[in-house]
Each structure stands twice: as C-alpha cells, then as structure tokens.
C-alpha cells in the first residue's frame, strides 16, 4: 500500500501546458478522484503517474522512492482504460493472467490468483470466451479484474464507466467503490461526471487548466468552494451568480438587497463599496410555504420565466430584474409560466467571491 | 410515381453490377474453360463451349515443355521478394505508424513518389549491374528488383495496418509488465498479423505477375510471365491459356483468403 506524492509537477504539449506544478499527496488507501472540464489535464496527470509520459518538471513519489523516470512495467501499478483495452486475441482468463505470467508467478498462483479475481468480479463463467463476445459491461469487468489481480501499489481508473449505459453506470459505481474498500488500494480516478465524484471519492481533486484548483472531501468541496470555478463546476443545476456592491453588511443587486448575517459582514470588510461576485445554489433559494423556518431568509418578488419538471425535482427560473436566479423545488410543485413568485434565499448558504482573483471570500 | 423511379433505379443498379461482373468473371471462365478444354473441342467451330474436358494441356506445359521450373523459379523469387521487403518495410511502416517525426509526411509523400519512376528506368541499368557484380540471371538478384518495387506497398500497408491498433492495447501491454519489444512482439504483432499476412500475399501476387523487370534480368532461370511471355507465345491456345491459369491461381487465392483483411485494413469494417 502506497502513498503517492506528487512535486511541482508540470508537463507541456508543445506551448500547452497540460498540467502546471501541481502538488498533491495522495494518502495510503484513498480514494483520490481527478475532477474537471475535458483538457484539464486530469488524463494526463493520471499518464504521468502511471509513467505513460515523463513530466518536464517536478517529480512523483511512491512512498519515499522517487518513480519519476521509472518506465510502467517497473512501478507495480495497474490501470483500466476507458476503452477498456481488454487484448482481442487472448482469451479473458489469458487476459487477467497477462500481468501474472509476465511477472513469472508459479502456475499455481496464477490460476488461485485468476480464479479469485474473477470470482469477485463474477466473471468466472466467461473465463473461456474472447473479449469480442463480452457485452461492454462484461468487458469492463475483465479489465478490472486485470488490474487487481497483481495487487498494484496504485490502481488508476481512467473514466472507467464513460462508455456503459446510464443504468450500468450506476450498478458498477456501487461496485468499484466496495471492491476499493475491500483492497485497500491507494486509487486515483479520472473522471468529468461530478455525481461520480461525488459518491466514489474519498476526496476530489478538481481540475482547471492544468492546476488542482481544489482537493477536499466531496461535502467540503461542494460546500465550501474555494473559488469560483470549484463553485461553478460542482453542483447540478449549476450555482446562480450575480454581481452585487457591499455596502454597510448589505449586498446591493440590480433589483433586491440581502442583508448579511454579522460573520459574513466582518469576513467582507475589505470589501466596502466595491462589487463582489455573490453565489447561491439552487436548493438554497425557496418558494413560499416551503422555506425552512430557522433559516435567515430574504425575500425576493420575481417572476417565473422557464420551467424544467425532472419528476423528483422541478427547476424553475425566475427573473428579478435583470438577473435570473434558477431554484430548485419538489417536483410535485405546481408553477406557471409567467406567474410572479416571491422567493426566499438562504442567507448562510450565500457565497462571495473577490472579483479580481476569483478566490471565495466565504 | 416515385416508387416507380425507385425500382427504376434499382435495376439500373443492378445492371450496372452484373456488367462489372461480367466484365471480370467471362475472360476469367473463358481462361479455365478454354485451360481444361480437349483440343478437339476447343478447334472444333462448331462448339462455343467445350464438352469434354482433360487436364493434358496442363500437364503438358508443366512436365514435357519443362515449365516446372519457371513456376519454382517464380515461387522462390516471390517468397525471396517478402523475405527481402518485409524486414526492410515493416519498421519503416510501424515508425510511420507509431511515431511522429519532424518530416513524416513528407517521408510518406516520398515513398508515394518513387512509384513515379517507370520499371523501364531502373531496368536497364539493374541489368548492366547484376551482370558485373553476377547476380544477373539468378533468383535473388530479381528478388532484390522485385522487392524494390514492393516497398512502397509493404511500408504503405503496413503503416496503416499498425495504425489500425488502437494505443489503448499496447499501453495497458506497458503498464502491466512489458517492454517495448515486448509491448510489439506480444500486443502489436499478433494483432498486427491478419493484416501483415495480406500485405505479404499481396506482394507474392506483385512479384508473380511482374514480366518487364524479370524478362531483362534473367535468360536460363525466367519467372513463370517471363518465360510464357518468350516460350508459350509459339504454342498452340490450349497451352497459352493453361499458363494462364497458372498465372492466375495465386491471385485468385488472394483475393479469397485476404478479401476481409484488404477491407478492413482501409478502416472501414465489413463483416
């Protein structure tokens, strides 16, 4: 079991920087999830570990043994591919055994060591087949099953469940995240799908533009975004933000004032008579009647613009002026277009930014 | 209306396939009909198609004319001609496949272009050579001309062929414990093999239907086109047309046995 550590480590593409002296410990047993747009350099990030590229700078850390130019066979690692990459002309049991047999086990521990991770990823029945005969999920099971059965120091996971179907998806999610807790395999996960994130991750690296802007655990990082990318990226409907002048524990909008409970006017005071970047998540803002009582709420008078009914939930937009605020509701909740609502927002659950350096203020 | 025009074009369609059909298939019946025909029958005005059939002819261009040793000598230049291109062309195929260097298009471009220059060039020259360094007149030294002439095609179709195997599959080769040798000898090669097996037909096919360079290069030891061209030109029909179907079976066999491969092998998949 390994703790991996990543050094200023930077890698260019030419004039892109793809990943840009990025630090990060990664610690033994953790579930680490790599976050971000596509071309945040998560990919290759995750390439650099594995020693599928070299970095231009920076090193990476195995424990204390520095791996930075050890080539992949060396590093005892395993990965599974988005495409999967289970080989075409070997059978499934040839392709889990692979990594065995290159390692030159007995033939004993290869067929306990290839029957116990087909057992575990109940895919003993196909042990005989070619992979051209495997449904996608099927073959995504080999490929797991061959990155476990050599017990890596790391296994690296590269959008692993991009290419099953929704319901797959959901089924296999539940079954990776158990299969790491019974390893205890130190895993980094590559993946753009927050909801995966979310639910596998020990703690989530979010990725922009080659730089870790965020690494906590999945609650913090929704909760508490350190800045406006994390903000905006995480959360489905996306965060509302909207410009507004501090003034006096007020934030003065377009159209509405909210004003401040005592921590937030004394965390902003720097900030007095300048604009500020002023967020809310969607579950924060309420309709009437089903707002909570111990909150601090402001009311808002807008109109209803737009109407989203997903069952569960139904997404209203609502104008205030100038400024469109989306809120999300039950979806039993009954709405029509063109009718006014008054809205009630969560005023803890607010979140500044500095507008200059996009850094969350609270 | 419209479903008139629809069966309209169907049958033109259709009758423009059975022409292109025709035209390959009726030289080719006519080839084997003709190859196997008694020679009664085939003089005979009276018969269009041919009722009694032998395998004389056949054998008699093999065995009494002696035109077994043109089809060894054939066999034994073509398979020369693989041996002598493919280990020149199949690295230079994978490095255009596999790796980008500064130039690369313009290498691809230029092995397109020495398909420019006509046989006829480096014939004569060839000839004048071979006879001072003694290579003329032997199996290898028409080998050596013939694989010249392969070499385009081999890096050409072998390039695409590795370029048809995804990454993918040899990264997870290097992660899980190969080298790069091993990564090409256990991932890239076997995947690689379907395809390499059709290029490798498709030079045998090149270099057993080549006339122009093998005529000049050789007098006692021709090549099967190059001694039907010279010695079967005088013999009576049934002979000519029983050389030509010798001539055409290893063509024959390669369409059949790489037609899937050949198709594939431009990136589109036909099953």
């Known amino acids: 079991m390994t703790v991996v550590r990543l050094e200023n480590l930077t890698k260019r593409f030419g004039r892109v920087v793809a990943v840009d002296h990025c630090n990060l410990t990664i610690r033994d047993g953790e579930f680490m999830v790599l976050l971000g747009p596509s071309g945040c350099g998560k990919t290759t990030t995750l390439r650099l570990i594995v020693g599928l590229e070299t970095p231009d700078e920076g090193r990476v850390y195995f424990d204390d043994e520095d791996v930075t130019y050890l080539p992949p066979k060396d590093r005892n690692v395993s990965m599974v591919f988005q495409s999967y990459a289970v080989w075409p002309h070997m059978k499934v049991y040839d392709n889990i055994a692979f990594p065995l047999k290159i390692k030159k086990r007995s033939q004993d521990e290869i067929k306990r060591r290839v029957k116990w991770a087909s057992k575990l990823l109940r895919i003993e029945n196909l042990l005989d087949r070619y992979p051209d005969q495997l449904s996608g999920g099927q073959r995504q099971r080999v490929a797991v099953a061959r990155a476990i059965v050599i017990e890596p120091r790391v296994l690296l996971l590269d959008e692993p469940l991009s290419n099953l179907d929704a319901l797959l998806r959901v089924l296999m999610r539940a079954e990776l995240k158990k299969l790491q807790r019974e390893l205890g395999v130190t895993t980094i996960y590559v993946t753009h799908d927050q909801v995966e994130a979310m639910t596998l991750a020990d703690r989530v690296a979010v990725m922009n533009e080659g730089k870790f802007m965020q690494v906590g655990r999945p609650r913090e990082v929704y909760e508490k975004p350190e800045n406006l990318f994390v903000a905006g990226f995480i959360g489905s409907p996306r965060m509302n933000f909207f410009d507004a002048v501090f003034s006096r524990g007020v934030l003065n909008a377009e159209s509405f004032k909210l004003s401040l409970l005592p921590w937030q006017t004394s965390l902003l005071e720097g900030y007095e008579g300048r604009t500020v970047k002023v967020g809310i998540r969607p579950e924060c803002i309420y309709p009437p009647n089903l707002a909570p009582r111990a909150a601090k709420l402001e009311c808002i008078d807008g109109t209803i613009d737009f109407v989203e009914p997903l069952g569960s939930d139904t997404i209203l937009h609502v104008r205030v002026g100038d400024i469109t605020l989306v809120v999300k509701v039950p979806g039993a909740y009954e709405a029509k277009i063109g009718s006014s609502l008054r809205i009630y927002l969560d005023v803890e659950k607010l979140h500044v930014f500095d507008p200059a350096s996009e850094k969350a203020v609270f | ?271």
């Open chain 2, 1 to 271: 209306m419209s479903q008139a025009r629809f069966l309209l074009r169907k049958l033109l369609v259709y009758a423009a396939a059975i022409m292109i059909c025709a035209w390959i298939l009726i030289p080719i019946v006519l080839i084997f009909m003709s190859a196997f025909a008694d020679p009664h029958d085939y003089y005979d005005i009276k018969k269009v198609i041919p009722t009694n059939f032998t395998i004389e002819n056949v054998k008699d261009l093999l065995i009494t004319l002696g035109e077994w040793r043109a089809v060894l000598n054939s066999l034994v230049v073509a398979l020369l001609t693989i041996a002598i291109s493919f280990p020149i062309g199949l690295p230079a195929g994978y490095a255009l496949a596999k790796y980008f260097f500064p130039g690369r298009d313009f290498f691809r471009l230029l092995i397109i272009g020495l398909r420019m220059f006509p046989v006829m060039v480096i014939g004569i020259p060839l000839a004048t050579l071979y006879i001072r360094i003694g290579l003329s007149d032997t199996p290898v030294g028409v080998a050596i001309a013939h694989a010249s002439l392969a070499l385009p095609f081999v890096i050409l179709i072998t390039s695409s062929v590795f370029a048809s195997i995804p990454r993918d599959y040899e990264e997870a080769g290097l992660i899980f414990g190969l080298s790069g040798f091993g990564v090409f000898s256990r991932i890239t090669l076997p995947l690689a093999l379907p395809g390499l097996a059709a290029a490798a037909i498709f030079v045998f096919v090149l270099s057993w239907n080549e006339v122009f360079v093998a005529t000049i290069l050789t007098l006692m030891n021709r090549t099967l086109p190059a001694d039907v061209l010279v010695s079967v030109l005088e013999a009576p029909d049934p002979y000519k047309f029983a050389a030509a179907f010798i001539m055409i079976l290893p063509a024959m066999a390669f369409v059949f046995i790489a037609r899937r491969y050949l198709v594939t092998m431009w990136g589109i998949r036909l099953r």
